[in-house]
């Protein structure tokens, strides 16, 4: 029979499955020069194994488990407690006791030591679980022992560690735990370690928590620990702590709390070398592992496992003769990964995706795709971490005037970011060692040509040039789409670059229409309100423009609406409709082939789009028309017929009413003439322009639908010869990478399963808006002093208050709306428009003033804030909200309705 046992010698990193993450944590650690690390063994998980995997009691309750949420929190409970109960009244087999024996012999009988829970999945890279099971101190004996080996078996069944397994979709089925056996150090001080700062994120900076005796009483929060900051050999900040408690081993085995004489209370743990040397440790440990570490350590007179062999349970003045124990290291899995430059100046990135209006996470071929396109747009590389797209201003930031012009103009797209940049500018020793780069990301000669086409648009004042652009470019991309259908292999590629260099002359050819009508909204709203002492004045009178296609999108689709709202046999069906055959279906129901019909004409015009749809492996409407049904329903409850033309109607009304209201009111005043003259100019260059802003977008998110057709003929090609298991993972090659397969017809899967994980894992993440080259995180807040008490900070972004029902989703297709709901959501972008036909007012956690859901808000005339931090978790579904769209605020004002 194979061993149970193995010692830290014998264990390395890739032995998780059988001495868990922990165990092959300590087994790295013993060999690294020059970290000392108490000895000891790990009983495998094989002994685990043996101990339940017949046992058909523990298999029925584990079964049981298995259909449990983690919300169930009392059945699971009482199952997590028969399920220790019987783990701890098996009886250890005899071999495995005769194996434990041998090594504590070896080691020492008499020595004491702590039992340590070691799960197969804890310690991992990008999950802990850190706490989970339990650990058990000053354990003396072989009986003590083996009875804490049980008691460690047992805890991976405690309720904590259930709920957590539960939450993170872990099957405990196939988690093994083994248990660490390892000689006890009394230490004199004791603490963690973190090679991140773990409040900043600052790689370079090492956090050191000490306190004195037993690390115990730090980890149970008995104690506020000093806490000492390292950069680069250098102590950058001390915080001493009153200590009053301290944890110590008894001589008979367990522990005891003791107070700390008071004249010590305040005493530094460590000594400033003991510090340094501790950092040095950190950085080797850090380098050996690969990733930044969480670190247990411990100072001691020597490594003594006998609790009476201590001088005394006291505090005693630390020496440079004392030992540094290191007794674990787990990954920090916290942190959010760095975008990797190749330089040692300081770097700051933005999150691309808070610009967009979607932060999450993005396929391999979706962020590379991205990223050729950008360096064709611009030049400029776009750098990928945590799944998603940033992109380094350092080069910007170092130049005062770029610097300036760059933060200011981040107010109308998120203020959060922009106040964060502020933050970040007021660190002079991070700025002066900002990089350069060899080109900005816009040149100037650029930025001049769309300065004059800007004047000269407003100066012309004309809606036909933006229809000329419209239609010039519906063309093009309608050549596009036909161009594609016969493209095919390497081909794709030469089509892509091409075509990629046509977009780019499509857009910025049309940024003196844009910009024209983003200084009219700008100009009206800082003169009315210096004029008139009214706010947001723009909102209204951006009400039902010309030309704005994805507020036209939302119209349209009451449109569909009247036409199913005729046919109940089709309204039943959509209630639970087919994803793959809705179109097909509905040609069997009565009234089905006038829908389809409607769908079908709409599908054409706005089917490229769907939620986070700058992603292009983003299932568009055209792949799933499902998506709409809930959209259509809402509208059929909600409005009567003809709201189209009603809502446009009363939209332009409203707008007209205001310019006049306006009008009126500067003649009255000084000077009226002259600014109901220049005002009447910049209303006008507003109503012809300021809808063009959408289309820009629209004929993006087009032509990466014509792309993704290709893309996927080519998968499907992949898959036909055996190349690929599913079209899906096309998404999981790099842009590069599909070149190359397509040419090779050779592909590393085990790569594809691997980014399968990897993505999985940055869904969970919550990406930074600003992130620095060291990792460190740049957050920006607001000025709460000005909003009611309690209340949700946030950017205005659409004037006016409204209060209703909120409802939260995540998801359009889980739109579920009624008359007078709010929706609360993480992001909009114009695929979410249809939504905002039927809603009263708009919370999102990410935005600003000149980003997609506040355009189409204001064009709705619907009360709006965005970027409110974690608005879809402070707000629950069913609360009565007030949202005050002229200050920035929301107000919860009562639980769930009934």
Known sequence: MNSCLLSFEDIDKTQITIVGGKGANLGELSRIEGIQVPEGFCLTTEAYRRIVENNAEFIGLVEELSFLKAEDREKVSEINGKIRNLIEGIIIPQDIDEEIMDYLKRLGEKNAYAVRSSATAEDLPLASFAGQQ??????????????????????????????????????????????????????????????????????????????????????????????????????????????????????????????????????????????????????????????????????????????????????????????????????????????????????????????????????????????????????????????????????????????????????????????????????????????????????????????????????????????????????????????????????????????????????????????????????????????????????????????????????????????????????????????????EDLANLEGGPEVSEAIRGYLKKYGMRCSAEIDISRTRWNEKPSILASLILGNIKVYPPNEHIAKFEQGLKEAKQKEQDIIDRLKQLPGGSW???????????????????????????????????????????????????????????????????????????????????DYEIYNKLTPPRVITSDGEVISGEYDTSNIPEGALAGVPVSAGIIEGRARVILRIEDAQIEEGDILVTTFTDPSWTPVFVSIKGLVTEVGGMMTHGAVVAREYGLPAVVSVENATTLIKDGQKIRVNGSEGYVEILSEKEH
């Open 134 to 583: 339990d650990t058990y101190l000053n354990i003396i004996g072989k009986d003590a022992i083996l009875r804490h080996v049980s008691k460690c078996w047992a805890s991976l069944f405690t309720d904590r560690a259930v709920i957590y397994r539960l939450q993170n979709h872990f099957d405990h089925r196939k988690v093994y735990l083994s248990v660490v056996i390892q000689k006890m150090v009394f230490p004199q001080a004791s603490g963690v370690m973190f090679t991140a700062d773990p409040v900043t994120a600052n790689r370079k900076i090492t956090s050191i928590d000490a306190s004195f005796g037993l690390g115990e009483a730090l980890v149970s929060g008995l104690v506020n620990a000093d806490i000492y900051k390292v950069k680069e050999g250098v102590i950058i900040d001390k915080k001493i702590s009153s200590k009053k408690l301290a944890i110590y081993g008894l001589k008979q085995g367990g522990t005891e709390k003791k107070e700390i004489d008071i004249a010590r209370q305040n005493t530094p743990t460590l000594t400033e070398g003991q510090i340094l040397q501790l950092e040095q440790m950190g950085r080797k440990i850090e380098k050996h592992f690969g990733r930044p570490q969480d670190i247990e350590w411990c100072i001691s007179w020597g490594h003594s496992s006998d609790p009476g062999a201590n001088p005394s349970n006291e505090v005693w003045s630390l020496s440079s003769e004392d030992k540094i124990y290191i007794v674990q290291s787990r990954p920090i899995t916290t942190l959010y990964p760095v975008p990797e430059v190749n330089t040692d100046k300081n770097h700051v990135f933005f999150s691309f995706g808070h610009r967009q209006m979607m932060t999450e996470a993005m396929s391999p071929l979706s962020i590379t795709f991205f990223q050729v396109l950008f360096k064709q747009m611009t030049g400029s590389p776009m750098y990928e971490a945590g799944g998603r797209i940033y992109v380094d201003v350092s080069n910007e930031m170092r130049s005062p005037l770029m610097r300036k012009s760059f933060v200011k103009g981040l107010s109308a797209i998120d203020v959060l970011m922009q106040k964060a940049f502020y933050n970040l500018i007021k660190r002079e020793d991070f700025m002066k060692h900002l990089a350069k780069s060899k080109k900005p990301m816009v040149g100037g000669k650029v930025i001049a040509s769309w300065l004059l086409k800007t004047i000269d648009c407003y100066r012309k004042n004309d809606s036909a040039i933006v229809e000329g652009f419209m239609a010039r470019n519906r063309a093009a991309l309608t050549d596009l789409e036909r161009q594609a259908q016969t493209i095919s292999g390497k081909e794709l590629f030469d089509f892509i670059d091409q075509s990629m260099v046509q977009l780019k002359d499509m857009i910025f050819d049309t940024y003196g229409v844009v910009f024209a009508g983003a200084y009219a909204t700008n100009w009206l709203n800082k003169h009315m309100e210096k004029w008139l002492g009214e706010k947001n004045a723009a909102d209204t009178l951006a009400q039902s423009v010309a030309n704005n296609v994805t507020s036209e999108m939302g119209l349209e689709l009451l449109d569909v609406s009247d036409v199913v709202r005729k046919y109940p046999e089709v309204i039943s069906y959509l209630e639970n409709p087919s994803d793959e055959t809705l179109l």
């Open 675 to 757: 600014k109901a003259k220049r005002t009447k100019k910049a209303i006008s260059v507003l109503r012809n322009y300021a809808g063009y802003r959408e289309f820009n977008k629209y004929i993006l998110v087009w032509y990466e639908w014509i792309v993704k057709q290709v893309l996927i003929k080519e998968a499907e090609a992949l898959v036909l010869r055996g190349r690929l298991e599913e079209i899906g993972d096309i998404y999981y090659l790099r842009f590069e990478e599909l070149k190359q397969v397509i040419e090779t017809n050779e592909i590393d899967y085990q790569m594809i399963k691997n980014r399968k994980e």
